[in-house]
Antibody
Framework: EVQLVESGGGLVQPGGSLRLSCAAS????????MDWVRQAPGKGLVWVSL????????NYADSVKGRFTISRDNAKNTLYLQMSSLRVEDTAIYYC???????????WGQGTPVTVSP | DVVMTQTPLSLSVTPGQPASISCKSS???????????LYWYLQKPGQSPQLLIY???SRSSGVPDRFSGSGSGTDFTLKISRVEAEDVGVYYC?????????FGQGTRLELK
């Protein structure tokens, strides 16, 4: 069974840092692009970042560029999102998704909540 | 960024009746490879989103055939032929041809 399990979310003060992890299983992780998508409380879905299979190519939403870094460890089948200079508006559930090509996101992890608050 | 506009934003449907959601993009989603990268996702209450439809009209594995997608260029539609209780949730369209990938605002489907 294809599974994505996020972890690392929590409460952090503005300006702080957090690293999210996504453990992948049930598929050949190193063959796929991977993305992060977030959802603020009561709001819609917003794409955050993507990374190619070998980690050499990344892309970010303008809202997080320069503050967030996506990376992966194919030996550990794990995707990461390093978040720094966090803002209140970064408060959201962060979903890890497998990208089956052209942003065909399937499946989605269960999400990990991030709360940025004084 | 490509703007995705869904209508209506909410829908109240009697079980067994049809439902339809429109999605319009601010740019064409037709790629040079001949494919159109428009997706539909459903987020059931308390759950993560799940892929329903990819490339306009192809149903994802396990998706019932009462769900169908259609459209081309910039205008797309998701139809449910007979709404069931398990279809309740928020439906999102999304384009994947232009970075950043962008989602519609979501359409909340509830039962009457």
């Amino acid at each position: 069974e294809v599974q994505l399990v996020e972890s690392g979310g929590g409460l952090v003060q503005p300006g702080g840092s957090l690293r999210l992890s996504c453990a992948a299983s049930g598929f050949s992780f190193s063959d796929y692009w991977m993305d992060w998508v977030r959802q603020a409380p009561g709001k819609g879905l917003v794409w955050v970042s993507l990374i190619n299979p070998d980690g050499s190519d990344t892309n970010y939403a303008d809202s997080v560029k320069g503050r967030f870094t996506i990376s992966r460890d194919n030996a550990k089948n794990t995707l990461y999102l390093q978040m720094s200079s966090l803002r209140v508006e970064d408060t959201a559930i962060y979903y890890c998704v497998r990208n089956r090509g052209w942003s065909r996101f399937d499946p989605w992890g269960q999400g990990t909540p991030v709360t940025v608050s004084p | 960024d490509v703007v995705m506009t869904q209508t209506p934003l909410s829908l109240s449907v009697t079980p067994g009746q049809p439902a339809s959601i429109s999605c319009k993009s601010s740019q064409s989603l037709l790629n040079s490879d001949g494919k159109t990268y428009l997706y539909w996702y459903l987020q059931k209450p308390g759950q993560s989103p799940q892929l329903l439809i990819y490339e306009v009209s192809s149903r994802s594995s396990g998706v019932p055939d009462r769900f169908s997608g259609s459209g081309s260029g910039t205008d797309f539609t998701l139809k449910i032929s007979r709404v069931e209780a398990e279809d309740v949730g928020v439906y999102y369209c999304m384009q994947g041809i232009h970075l950043p990938s962008t989602f519609g605002q979501g359409t909340r489907l509830e039962l009457k």
